[in-house]
């Protein structure tokens, strides 16, 4: 069955950095796009970022554009998300997400999420 | 940018229908998809363009799309359908996913 594992998440200290995994299984990895998604204690949630199935397009929300960088290793069935210059308001639990595919972009399956604490 | 509207919470009798809308502008020219979030759990994708249902996912789940308003209808409400309810888009202007503020569903 279709299985996304995220991990990666920790205490990080204000303006560090922190890579973030999500090992995929139980589809075709290299055909679909694939999401991170993230929710902050007691709120909703809030799209991070998308990269399409082969690598060459990739979406990020504006409050993160030029610090997180998502990136995939088809080859090993990995999607990632490179965070740097983090700030107190990344606090999140970060979930991964595969897209449907399609016309239209849809989570059909989430993973657990991994919890990112920023503070000092 | 384009936003999307959901009522806070919404409460229900057991048995009976909850209604959950969201509203965006010009809806419908755009797919709406809706997740069902429990406490402490991933959200789970409950409806997608707006009225089909994921297989695994009962019949008593359906959605609508009509002008400005989406709707995610829940029928024979019970206590195990307690949770948060978020509405999703694809915005094709900004190139981004927006969630609606998400709804709490509280069955009485």
Known sequence: QVQVVESGGG?????????????????????????????????????????????????????????????????????????????????????????RGGATTIMDYWGQGTLVTVSS | SYVLTQPPSVSVAPGQTARITCGGKNFGTKSVHWYQQKPGQAPVLVVYEDGDRPSGIPERFSGSNSGNTATLTIGRVGAGDEADYYCQVWDTFSDHVLFGGGTKLTVL
């Open chain 1, 11 to 99: 205490v990080v200290q204000p303006g560090g950095s922190l890579r973030l995994s999500c090992a995929a299984s139980g589809f075709t990895f290299s055909s679909y796009g694939m999401h991170w998604v993230r929710q902050a204690p007691g709120t909703g949630l809030e799209w991070v970022a998308l990269i399409r199935y082969d690598g060459s397009k990739k979406y990020y929300t504006d409050s993160v554009k030029g610090r997180f960088t998502i990136s995939r290793d088809n080859s090993g069935n990995t999607l990632y998300l490179q965070m740097n210059s983090l700030r107190s308001e990344d606090t999140a639990v970060y979930f991964c997400a595969k897209d």
